[in-house]
């Protein structure tokens, strides 16, 4: 099952993964023109490994939640330049190099691109809203908290059809800063995750109660 996991959490990656740390998201970028660029350092993503979230009509949001009971995994990225960030209106994921009709608009999409510094669209494996900060940096929220990993569901033991579109929450960061150049994952420091942890703890201590 762990396998399992790994390989799903990890599907547009290239290397194998680890137990769970906290993401390391941080690479500068080269633009492309017209409002795309290829990211240029290699980037770490830790996804949880409760569920996974099974997107059956290909709209982009999850239809059905399958429990997967497995550790938060580490994710390594060692592929930079074949992901593409583009931004505009009325822009929609892509999914196996089709665009995902059904799905709302986005204001930005990550995606995989097969050749690398390319603008044709592969699979976007996260996609959401800008916000304007007003310092010359912008928020760009990802939606759901979700990665759709390029390939969707591998070979498994769930009796799900291989290449279904399916996500894997990410475990540590739900958004990104951009400032034109640099894209940064907004993980929370290591003191506020030990903050938080211990605020769970207290709560479910009190449910208890």
């Known amino acids: 099952m762990f396998r399992t996991l790994s390989v799903l959490a990890c599907a547009a990656c290239t290397s194998s993964a680890a137990l769970a740390s906290t993401s390391s998201f941080n690479t500068t970028t080269n633009s492309l023109g017209w409002c795309a660029y290829q990211l240029v350092d290699e980037f770490e993503i830790l996804y949880s490994g409760a569920n996974a979230y ?13 429990p997967i009971g497995a550790p938060d995994t580490l994710g390594l990225y060692v592929d930079p330049e074949h992901y593409t960030l583009d931004f505009g209106t009325n822009l929609q994921p892509y999914y196996l190099g089709s665009e995902l009709s059904l799905a709302a608009s986005v204001d930005w999409r990550l995606s995989y691109v097969t050749t690398p510094g390319s603008t044709v669209l592969y699979s976007t494996i996260m996609s959401g809203t800008t916000t304007d900060n007003g310092d010359g940096t912008w928020t760009l929220d990802i ?8 390939s969707g569901f591998p070979e498994n033991d769930f009796g799900i059809p291989e290449g279904t579109h399916v996500a894997a929450e990410i475990a540590d960061f739900t958004s990104f800063t951009w400032d034109g150049q640099t894209l940064i994952a907004n993980v929370p420091a290591p003191a506020a995750l030990s903050l938080l942890a211990l605020a769970g703890l207290g709560a479910t201590r009190r449910r208890r109660r």
């Open 54 to 66: 099974l997107d059956w009509d290909l709209d982009n949001t999850p239809d059905s939640v399958i």
């Open 143 to 150: 939606n759901l908290g979700l990665e759709w990993p390029v």
